[in-house]
């Protein structure tokens, strides 16, 4: 565990390490690095180096003096250089996927492979963003943040398990978003050359399977799957069937 400056800010930084395959993990806007407890462990027993830091003004990664929010793909990119890191995974979801495929997009020579989760992506076309609108409406926006980002299997089966997800929102509930390098449209998807997975959930309210095949079906050789009564928090609330379609795409794909 260590900070880590970018220019800008200071990242907070937790690296396995080791010798595998590295993997940097980009959480969503509900929670922080601590959003992965689920999954660090079981990719270090697969063989993988580890890497989860918290985005921009979540958790303890602060912006140094005035700065502006910064460009998330920007930080990723000083990230890597700091670590060292040549080629790598990069497994991003909800809001840190709009980062995410944003840094495909930029820098597609320094990935290994993508993993896009529960994710609208950050495109900003019309045709994909009037989709979104009839998906997303107002009064789902206005729903309480475990009630947009849990699915109802979930709440149902593990009280514990919500208050957990719920404890981690303290660190990440209100900060300002970090912009993108690209205004990303469906067909610059058509140009992404990184081996990519998009991974869905059949509850979720804010990145639903047919808004994120909109995605996938531009993308060529795109493999697709689907968390079956996850919600958009997918990876906290199914970890094993989640990480099972993880790391068996990673094991095609590198």
Known sequence: ?????????????????????????????????ASWVHQVETFITNGYRCITYDLR????????????????????????????????????????GFGGLDFALRFPHRLRALVLATSQGGLGDADFAAVLARVVTPEIRALPLHLRELGPSYRTEDADGVDRWRSLLHEGDSHR????????????????????????????????PALMRLMANRIPGCAFECIAEAGHSAHWERPTEWNRAVLDFLQRAL
């Open 1 to 33: 565990m260590a900070f880590i400056e970018v220019p800008g800010a200071r990242l907070w930084v937790e690296d396995s390490g080791g010798d595998g395959v590295p993997v940097v993990f980009m959480h969503p806007a509900a929670g922080t690095s």
């Open 57 to 96: 003004g979540w958790g303890q990664s602060v912006s140094i003096g005035d700065a502006e929010p910064g460009v998330m793909s920007d930080d990723v990119e000083a990230l890597a250089n700091a670590l060292g890191l040549q080629r790598f995974v990069l497994i991003a979801a909800a809001y840190g």
């Open 177 to 208: 978003r970090q912009s993108l390098g690209l205004q990303i449209t469906l067909p610059m998807l058509e140009g992404l050359s990184v081996p990519t997975l998009l991974l869905a959930a059949g509850a979720d309210l804010l990145a639903p």
